[in-house]
């Protein structure tokens, strides 16, 4: 049995790992080195790191030159505060400066010549990339990872060099060095810090005066393994500061909120906003920048952009996004991957024994930024052109008022703990699960509001975030922070009750989902699918097939196997032509980060037509019908429609160990990462499968889509 701590490294690995299983990996390989936080660079006295917050642009402009000088050297670095513990690690200063983590700004206006000089005085060779023109000069549309002009250039210790780039494209893009000839998706160690944002702002914007902030993604990983596997320490930095200690972003209500994301770091990270829609206004691999445009057919004056609530960014890719803050209080923006945001101790090391709950503190650690909307009472509140907009329901009739059952599976163990959600509205309370961990789903209303009274029979704390629903901070499900500091939202102790109050402002998709101890519960199976429907319809389970990927509880299997609804294979489903199904795909794996879903008949994948993303619906241009692959991060959903044409067998599988390459919206995302290909990620693994009968347009009965429980009669 491997100990807590080396199963809960092995949880971090998702992307970077082959298909090999933990266990199995350390079966065959030695067992690994203690972490260490001293890199190899490591000098007896060096300059403490700043924090890089990117509001000020490094280097000086004159006339339509700008000049920054950048210099690599060993800082002493503190990602847990000032007050933390720090390592000594290679940054990026500028000049004679502090060396700052993430490293200097470089942002100009379009049409700028960036003259950067670059002097290493580290003790290893430095490779420098990312300084180059943008978009490249010869190249107009370059392929990821094989476009010209972005070979790196080399420094020996000591050496400077200065080269010239023409930023003619606006966008968001990086620059990175390395001292371990590591491609970016490999960078896990004393270089992994080695990064800047670079952003060419549009010709009528001032780069001194920008309306948006800068995060920059960072991590920090003790690798010893060349896949990925064995990390002791996994440390995730905004703009160099780990959770709590990252910067608190304050907006106001009804502001527009204007961020740019660099993911500078060389793991997956589906980053989600609490509370609020965001539209994707941009998205970037590094060399070149895609502006999204409003859909084809959009009314005059649309909002551009993909609405989202969790966006995936892969290892250097960067997105732009717009959104208005409408209701008061704290919110969370932080990737989803427990593993991410999970307690740990300083610098990355495992989480200390008795680590607290409390969210505002240290029950989370790593990748997560804290954002306080304030309100602003005197103001007259407009949304600006181009925001997100929530339309606001009209709460009409009673409160619909049920319980959600927090309980432990009657197979639950130590060990293996199997927890599980049961909806109790009237009647007897419905018996304890013995079977799948599959959560109800629950089927609310837009405009409805509800009265969800949490009971938590655990034997530890527990708390439920409602994810994607627009609702009030109090009820966001954030232990220690949602709300206010005078009034956060509070952890829901053994044997007691929290009463979350909502009115789902949109119909769609979205998930509900335990908020404590993340990686326990989650894998526990505390996670469930939420559909709020349109008031006056109906929804036919027949056609309307929720369907929520877990992994098993057991984790000896969960790195390669899936649970549809709570089966790995699941009953076959029936589907007859000539009928539309909805498929609502929820992605709540938790050690596989990113996964495919997929519909093939034979080795063919059979066509879909996506229709909403995170429960938002999709711009008709993006709703063409397409083949059935998709891109999900944990934490996303989309959903896709599906008319058979003709009888006969398909199937709807999980793959892992592919690298995105699809988004929903039609409009193909950046692609994989240079620097991983397919094989580097390993063989690709169908993790689970659910069968479909499609038969002819007859009076066969469709199945339930219950992951194939035989629904009981008056059940
Ligand atoms: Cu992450």
């Known amino acids: ?203 009528r914007d001032d780069p001194a005066r920008p309306r948006d902030r800068v995060l920059v993604l960072g991590m920090w990983t003790d690798t010893v393994h060349r896949a990925g596997t064995h990390r002791q320490r996994v440390l995730g930095v905004v703009n160099g500061r780990a959770w709590p200690h990252t910067e608190r972003l304050t907006h106001t209500l009804g502001d527009t909120v204007r961020w740019r994301v660099v993911n500078a770091s060389a793991d997956l990270h589906p980053m989600h906003l609490h509370g609020f829609y965001f539209r994707v206004m941009a998205r970037g691999d590094g060399v070149r920048d895609t502006v999204h445009a409003a859909g084809d057919g959009a009314p005059a004056g649309s909002p551009a952009g993909d609405l989202a609530v969790t966006e995936s960014l892969t290892t250097g890719q960067t997105v732009r996004l717009e959104w208005v803050p409408e209701r008061a209080g704290n919110w969370l923006f932080h990737c989803h991957i427990p593993e991410h945001f999970a307690p740990r101790g300083s610098l990355g090391t495992p989480r200390p024994p008795g680590a607290t709950h409390d969210h505002g503190q240290g029950g989370m650690s790593g990748l997560v930024v804290g954002v306080a909307v304030q309100d602003a009472p005197a103001r007259v509140v407009v949304a600006s052109a181009g925001a997100t907009t929530v339309r606001r329901p009209r709460a009409a009739g009673a409160e619909r008022r049920f319980r959600l059952l927090v309980r432990e599976h009657v197979r639950s163990t130590a060990a293996v703990p199997r927890f599980g959600y049961a909806l109790h509205e009237r009647g007897a309370e419905p018996p304890p699960d013995t079977g799948s961990v599959s959560a109800p789903v629950l089927d609310l209303v837009r405009g409805e509001p509800v009265r969800i009274t949490v009971v938590n029979r655990l034997r530890e704390p527990t708390a439920v975030h409602w994810h994607g629903i627009e609702l009030a901070s109090y009820y966001d499900g954030v232990p220690g922070f949602s709300g206010t500091p005078a009034r956060p939202t509070p952890l829901v102790a053994p044997g007691d009750s929290f009463v979350v109050r909502f009115t789902p402002p949109r119909a769609g998709t979205f998930i509900y989902h335990t908020h404590a101890d993340e990686v326990r519960q989650q894998t526990a199976g505390l996670a469930g699918a939420l559909v709020v429907r349109e008031p006056g319809t109906r929804r036919d389970p027949a056609t309307d097939l929720p369907i929520i990927v877990l992994a098993p509880p057991d984790s000896a299997r969960s790195w390669r196997m899936a649970l549809l609804n709570g089966r790995q294979s699941p009953l076959p489903l ?20 990113g996964m495919t879903m997929e519909l093939r008949g034979g080795d063919t994948l059979v066509r879909w037509q996506p229709v909403a993303k995170d429960g938002a619906e999709l711009p008709r241009a993006a709703r ?18 599906v008319a058979p044409a003709a009888p006969g067998a398909l199937r709807l599988e999980v793959r892992f160990g592919i690298p995105p390459g699809a988004r929903p919206g039609g409009t193909p995302g950046p692609g994989g990462t240079p620097a991983r290909t397919a094989a580097q990620l390993g063989p690709v693994i169908v993790a689970a499968t659910w069968p479909i009968h499609v038969v002819g347009d007859g009076p066969a009965a469709g199945s339930p889509p219950t992951g194939g429980r035989v629904r009981r009669k008056g059940g």
């Open 1 to 203: 049995m491997p100990s807590p701590t080396v199963r809960a490294v092995c949880l971090a690995s998702f992307v970077l790992a082959t298909a090999r299983p933990c266990g199995a990996q350390r079966a065959a390989d030695p067992p690994p080195p203690r972490a260490t936080v001293a890199p190899r660079t490591a000098t007896a006295a060096v300059a403490r790191v700043v924090p890089n917050d990117n509001r000020t642009p490094a280097g000086a402009t004159r006339g339509d030159t700008l000049r920054v000088a950048l210099v690599a050297r060993v800082g002493d670095w503190h990602p847990d505060g000032d007050a933390g513990p720090g390592a000594p690690m290679p940054a990026f200063a500028e000049s004679d400066g502090a060396p700052r983590i993430p490293g200097p700004l470089v942002r100009a206006r379009a049409g700028t010549v960036a003259a950067v000089t670059v002097r290493n005085t580290l003790p290893d060779t430095l490779r420098v990339h990312g300084l180059h023109d943008r978009p490249l000069a010869g190249a107009p549309d370059p392929a990821p990872g094989t476009a010209p002009g972005t070979a790196p250039f080399i420094l020996a210790p000591g050496a400077a060099r200065t080269v010239h780039l023409r930023l003619d494209a606006p966008g968001t893009y990086l620059y990175w060095g390395t001292t371990t000839r590591r491609a970016l998706a490999f960078r896990t160690g004393q270089d992994a810090q080695l990064s800047g944002a670079l952003v060419v702002d549009d010709a």
């Open 624 to 641: 063409a019908s397409r083949p059935a692959t998709v891109f999900l991060g944990v934490g996303e959903t989309v959903d896709v429609e």
């Open 574 to 593: 029936t589907m007859r032509v000539g009928r539309t199904y909805r498929l609502r795909l929820v992605h709540m794996h938790v050690p596989r980060a």
